[in-house]
């Protein structure tokens, strides 16, 4: 008979081999703060490495928020060795960017985790990074979605698989990673900011969710079929507006364009979709368009040459047939808003 760690590794390897996130012979960078979570990741993939003939590399990024983390640099360290993984480790500065553009610590020091994750994975040759997510952070990400107003995408979560990011343990609940920890014997650090209230994703974790669980016991697991449903409804109509896309946007050196009647005929769901993918072939990025914005464009198409509306950098005006986007100013164009 398995023991409870014996169970959760195999369902990890499961979700795994379901969402096709590991290969035969990958090489894995694995990102590993030595808190609960990291830790419990390095361990598992370990133990899997020799029936998915693994090569690991562990992975500390150093923040320059905590005075701890100079300790964990070596603690992570040792759990490689101690795993036989390669290890690296690199150092953010992330108060001095957070000032510096103007950010939160917490979107700050996301960025330049992931910005030094993937340059160590290039660095080792490795061919995903694999991260620690797990199911309550699952449920944390799609509740504070959900308080900003997101769409479907938001309410998608994160994904197990996400271009070179992967996330085995969205298999695994935060008790489950308790009951392995304590079974395996495993002494991870303890990130002091964790507790701190100043911390929107804090806030969530200790006093948002302890309240809906006393509505809703499962509230974890639900909203992590939330997630599910949502993202696959989302990649649905994600692949739907790019099929649309291919055959009725327009690009020529000054932007992107599509036909009025066209995109008025789409039904509301694919306008809008539609509008966010126009704004992501100008911008490179269809993150942070707010819905006021989509709105007012969508509204500009019902309209005749010669209308033009400006926002986050880019100028969409009207032609007798067409809605264009571009990020030159609006007086270059005003021209060809008659045409």
């Not at 669980?213 to 989302?234: F, K, M, Q, T, W």
């Amino acid at each position: 008979m398995k023991t409870c760690a014996g169970r959760l590794l195999d369902k990890v390897a499961a979700f795994c081999r379901q969402e096709k996130l590991i290969h035969p012979g990958d090489h894995l960078l694995i990102a590993c703060s030595g808190g609960p979570d990291s830790l419990t990741l390095l361990d598992i993939l370990a133990s899997l490495r020799h029936a998915w003939n693994l090569t690991l590399t562990v992975c500390y990024v150093h923040h320059g928020i905590r005075p701890s983390a100079d300790d964990e640099v070596g603690i992570v360290r040792k759990a490689a060795e101690e795993r036989d993984c390669g290890f690296m480790w690199d150092f953010a500065d992330v108060p001095r960017i957070a000032a510096g553009t103007h950010q939160s610590l917490e979107t700050a020091g996301r960025n330049e985790r992931y910005r030094i994750l993937r340059q160590c994975a290039g660095r080792c040759h490795a061919s995903a990074i694999a991260v620690a997510h797990q199911q309550n952070d699952q449920a944390e990400t799609v509740l504070q979605h959900l308080l900003r107003g997101s769409g479907l995408r938001g309410l998608g979560g994160i994904r197990p698989k996400n271009g070179d990011i992967i996330r085995p343990l969205l298999a695994l609940t935060r008790r489950d990673i308790e009951d392995y920890i304590k079974e395996r014997g495993l002494v991870p650090c303890e990130d002091e900011t964790n507790q701190s209230r100043d911390y929107g994703r804090n806030r969530i974790r200790l006093e948002l969710i302890p309240q809906l669980e006393a509505y809703n016991p499962a509230v974890i697991a639900d909203l992590n079929r939330l997630a599910v449903l949502a993202g696959a409804d989302e990649d649905f109509l994600a692949s739907q507006t790019e099929q649309l896309a291919s055959s009725l946007v327009k690009e020529d050196q000054d932007g992107v364009s599509i036909g009025k009647r066209a995109l008025l005929s789409q039904p509301l769901a694919l306008q809008r979709r539609l509008i966010r993918y126009l704004f992501s072939c100008v911008r490179q990025s269809c993150h942070d368009v707010p819905f006021h914005f989509t709105e007012a464009v969508r509204q500009l198409a019902a309209k005749g040459a010669g209308h033009c509306f400006e926002g986050l950098g880019l100028c969409v005006y009207t032609t007798k047939e067409r809605l264009c986007f571009t990020r030159a100013a609006r007086g270059e164009f005003k021209k060809r808003q008659r045409h």
